[in-house]
């Protein structure tokens, strides 16, 4: 029992998680800054390494204005639930061997769940602060999940075809030999773009366009709440990215077979490690090098030729499995 | 014995709150009548040469996110109410930097009917970065200054 919640508060559950969360926003802002031939961040701790630790520092010590037409229960409370929901989701994530720490036959549904679950957070969040900018912001939100939701169950679908099961233990153990990107590879790339717009990263940073409706949902918060939230912006990076190493590249496993159990589990960690930063890595170019498009034209992006495009991968992996 | 415990718990607070607020500065920008000379150079510090973000600087679009308030221009009748507000809508700890000669005192605008003659006699200033307009490393070496104020010494 004891060992079971050290996994999931600490390694490889929440902390290690968190930890992963502040230096994915290292690279995103290393990366960014790259591209537009920048330093980046370069004071905090080595090469900026600290950075996102002193943002989020600095937001804890700051002081929290309440809205006055706001809804102070949520306006407070909302934002550590809001965190709590991709942190039980990295939860089911498997890491150190075949199975996560929570882990039952019919996980990948629950994750859907999860996903849907953190938009309707960020709605009510929003709705509770109150202003007119938030309102705006949730209304493109909801707009953009009602077009981006069905390409993404429709391309979690793919991988759940492959293994012939709805759980990620199955989905990760399929793969030991052949990774799923390589039968799947077009729903590989819709999970991409789909992942980008639940990040609302550019091109599909509507709900939170900077020169247009001030900072989006998040215009009224500041101090603690603001931190929360932010923090959860990271980890659902790190969540999608670990979810895309787990369904189309095989998870932590190896193809050989290692006896010692103790370099088992180093050996994973760094294959988990290194799959889920390249696929952070990659989600963070293409975000660099976009700019924002409009909201019907992401909306037809998505229904238009994303959808369609999952349909046909669907197709193909039933004709020729 | 507790008590220097106490205060040494005390002092690793201060030390890591000092940290993380000079390490993270987030700023935003108020154009309170300016010509917009000054706002350019402001600009030109985030970008490739000069990059203000190496100090953790960021320009956030939200006064309830920020840290810094930068004011440039001569504050004049209709911009003195709206200065207030933004100032009263930024969060504590806050800090208020006038760039360029016309925040600083008036500037060229000195003596006309309807400035401000310095945002100074609006809102409490913690830093003035002189120049009509100031250079990008005047900028940089007024963010140092403020980083400095920030953790009480000196930089040097
Ligand atoms: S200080 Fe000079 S450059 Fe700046 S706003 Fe005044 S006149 Fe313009």
Redesign the pocket.
Known sequence: MINWIFQLLVFPGLTFFVWIAFAFEWLERKTAAKIQSRVGPLTAGPKGFLQPVADYFKLIFKEEIIPRNSDKFVFLFGPPLYFSVPAIGAAFIPILGEKGVLSHSYDLLFILFIMAFSVLMASMLGYAAGGRYSTISIGRLVLQYTSYEVPLILSILAPALLARGLSLSKIVSSQISHWHVFYAPISFAVFLIVSLAELEKPPFDIPSAKTEIVAGWMTEFSGRPLAYIKLTKNLNYVFLSSLATTLFLGGPLLPIDVQDEFLKTILFLLVFLIKTFSVGFLIFIIKSALARIKIEQATSLLWVITTPLSFLQLLLIVLFR | MVVSHCRRRQDLKTNIKSWAQKNSLWLFHVNAA??????I?FVASLTPRYDIERLGAQLVPSPRHADVLVV???VNPLMRERLKRIYEQIPEPKYVVA??????GG???KGCYNVSHGVDKVIPVDLFIP????RPEAIIYGLMKLRDKISGGSHE
């Open positions: 300016s010509c917009n000379g000054c706002d150079e440039t221009g001569t760039l360029g000669a016309c925040a600083g500037g060229v605008m120049g009509c307009p100031p």
